[in-house]
């Protein structure tokens, strides 16, 4: 694990977010409820971001992800809004699950999943 931290140490989470879609067989999954929730939290206020640099965002969210379906939504009790991010790295086996929401400092590792803070 100490290979993938080292490149990342001291980046910015756009930094992050862009070394991740350029390494070789690494994909960015998500379900369709992620994407509208990666857009609704982009569009909000407090970020600050231009009509312009806002659809910049939304369109490269849509080329660099691949969309899944998950079959089944499994509860998460500390915050059941983020079930959806677990459910959706169980339905796909996913590696790992890269995150700045802070509900997650507790879980270290999920089934075959390993999940790490973004920063």
Request: with cysteine; proline share 8%; net charge positive.
């Amino acid at each position: 694990m100490s290979w993938c931290r080292r490149p990342l140490k001291n980046r910015t989470p756009e930094a992050v977010l862009r070394w991740i879609v350029v390494q070789p067989g690494w994909a960015w999954v998500v379900s369709t409820e992620i994407l509208v929730e990666y857009k609704t939290v982009l569009a909000r206020p407090k970020f600050g971001l231009s009509p312009d640099l806002l659809r910049q965002w939304l369109t490269w969210l849509d080329s660099v992800t691949v969309r899944v379906d998950v079959p089944v939504t499994l509860p998460y009790p500390p915050d059941p809004t983020d079930a959806k991010f677990l459910s959706c790295a169980l339905a796909t086996q996913a590696g790992w699950l890269i995150t700045g929401d802070h509900d997650f400092t507790q879980a270290r590792k999920l089934d075959t999943t390993t999940i790490l803070s973004i920063s």
